[in-house]
């Protein structure tokens, strides 16, 4: 089952403006990370935020976490075409980080036009 | 330091035929995850090992099942296959003595059951 639901399915923008996209789960987490994945090929780990955590900046990333909403965003700002891509959010919701078993959303797809 | 390698990139096989993908972990990991990624859906966790044992079971038949070797490299069998079982497979790999929540994805295989 997927415990993450990223909000919006699609988006499409273009190159040099922000894009947000949101995602939601249901259980406690120890952490919540980003991945991106292009074409279908592996996934990219982009940034984890643990659950003690609101807010992580990583080059053009923020990522905030809001545990009593159960929710999460990703903000890439200035686009680029290069980073069209499907973004993922997943949870780590194992006990005591005894097996740290990702579950992930159904991911957003970001298209940046030139 | 080398990246999660996997083989073979690509496969087809035939209903009620068996499989094996294999997994090569990034240097240092002892620990392998395994993940299905369906077309347009994201990954689902099948199964980690952690020192050559299984470490954590997602909703999976036992027709699919693993190893992991000596040198922390790791094999998925899938006896029986079915068309549903046409999907991507991910192997992920992490240092689990370390505490390192962020799994490192491999390229993946893309199989198509026909």
């Known amino acids: 089952s997927q415990q993450g639901e990223e909000d919006p399915q699609a988006l499409s923008i273009q190159e040099g403006e922000n894009a947000t996209m949101n995602c939601s789960y249901k259980?406690?987490?120890?952490?919540l990370q980003w991945y991106r994945q292009n074409s279908g090929r592996g996934l990219v780990h982009l940034i984890l935020i643990r659950s003690n955590e609101r807010e992580k900046h990583s080059g053009r990333l923020r990522v905030t976490l809001d545990t009593s909403k159960k929710s999460s965003s990703l903000l890439i700002t200035a686009s680029r075409a290069a980073d069209t891509a499907s973004y993922f959010c997943?949870?780590?919701?194992?006990?005591?980080?005894?097996?740290?078993?990702?579950?992930f959303g159904k991911g957003t797809l970001l298209t940046v036009n030139p | 330091e080398t990246g999660v390698t996997q083989s073979p990139t690509h496969l087809i096989k035939t209903r009620g035929q068996q499989v094996t993908l294999r997994c090569s972990s990034q240097?240092?990991?002892?620990?392998v995850s395994w993940y299905q990624q369906a077309l347009g859906q994201g990954p689902q966790f099948i199964f980690q090992y952690y020192r050559e044992e299984e470490n954590g079971r997602g909703n999976f038949p036992p027709r699919f099942s693993g190893l992991q070797f000596p040198n922390y490299s790791s094999e998925l069998n899938v006896n029986a296959l079915e068309l549903d079982d046409s999907a991507l497979y991910l192997c992920?790999?992490?240092?689990?003595?370390?505490?390192?929540?962020?799994?490192?994805f491999g390229p993946g295989t893309r199989l198509l059951v026909l």
């Open positions: 259980t406690s987490i120890n952490n």
């Open positions: 240097s240092g990991h002892n620990t």
């Open positions: 992920a790999s992490s240092d689990r003595t370390h505490y390192q929540e962020t799994q490192y």
């Open positions: 997943a949870t780590d919701a194992s006990g005591g980080g005894s097996n740290y078993k990702l579950t």
